[in-house]
């Protein structure tokens, strides 16, 4: 009789590579709504680690792309999407639907 199945192994291994809860809550959530053709305000104080709840509230499909390519997000109408704070600066985020939809990020240590 063996004490584990090859599936067990396979379920172990899918089980370590998903990231440990304490890193997801190490960093606040901060909502963005995009509504009528516009990003909602850049949250302040927004610090590496944070997520950024990107909400689409609008009748058409956007993106939220940050031009120094660290975040792509594809926002269906209604949708949201989660970006996790990686490095300090200044970001600039556009649509790429629609390129007069900007709004830029100032994130801090
Ligand atoms: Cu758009």
Redesign the pocket.
Known sequence: MQPFSRRDILAGAAVAILPPPLAWAAGRRQEII?AR?TFGPAPKGLQVGDTIVWINRDL????ATARDFSFDVDLPPNAEASVVLAHAGMVAVY????PG?NLQLEISE
Request: glycine share 0%; hydrophobic share 45%; aromatic share 18%.
């Open positions: 995009l053709m058409f499909r956007h993106t649509c790429r639907f629609h939809m």
